[in-house]
Nanobody, 120 residues
Framework: QVQLVESGGGLVQPGGSLRLSCAASGKLFSINTMGWYRQAPGKERELVASITSDGTTTYADSVKGRFTISRDNAKNTVYLQMNSLEPADTAVYSC??????????????WGQGTQITVSS
């Protein structure tokens, strides 16, 4: 069982920066992925960025060069540094952890979500 607690959401002006944190409690398997998804009103949820237990990162094309994902394994925490924020980044951002058991089975855990609003 894994529980996720997110922090760092809020209101920011276009061009500004925010840093999201997600702290995981419970058992993280040796092979796992931590990441951030977002969902804007009327749109489907999309992967923003993820990072594996060996440090491999994945980014949505829309955020490449602006967002950076990182993790601190000693703290079981994943971070998302968001720079040059745009109104299109406005969404509810949710932390996700995947505990990988075999190739065909993973356990998924979700945080409650935090609102990011980019507006002047």
């Amino acid at each position: 069982q894994v529980q996720l607690v997110e922090s760092g959401g809020g209101l920011v002006q276009p061009g500004g920066s925010l840093r999201l944190s997600c702290a995981a409690s419970g058992k993280l398997f040796s092979i796992n992925t931590m990441g951030w998804y977002r969902q804007a009103p009327g749109k489907e949820r999309e992967l923003v960025a993820s990072i594996t237990s060996d440090g491999t990162t994945t980014y949505a094309d829309s955020v490449k060069g602006r967002f950076t994902i990182s993790r601190d394994n000693a703290k079981n925490t994943v971070y998302l540094q968001m720079n040059s924020l745009e109104p299109a980044d406005t969404a509810v951002y949710s932390c996700n952890v995947k505990n990988h058991v075999y190739a065909t089975l993973s356990f998924n855990y979700w945080g409650q979500g935090t609102q990011i609003t980019v507006s002047s």
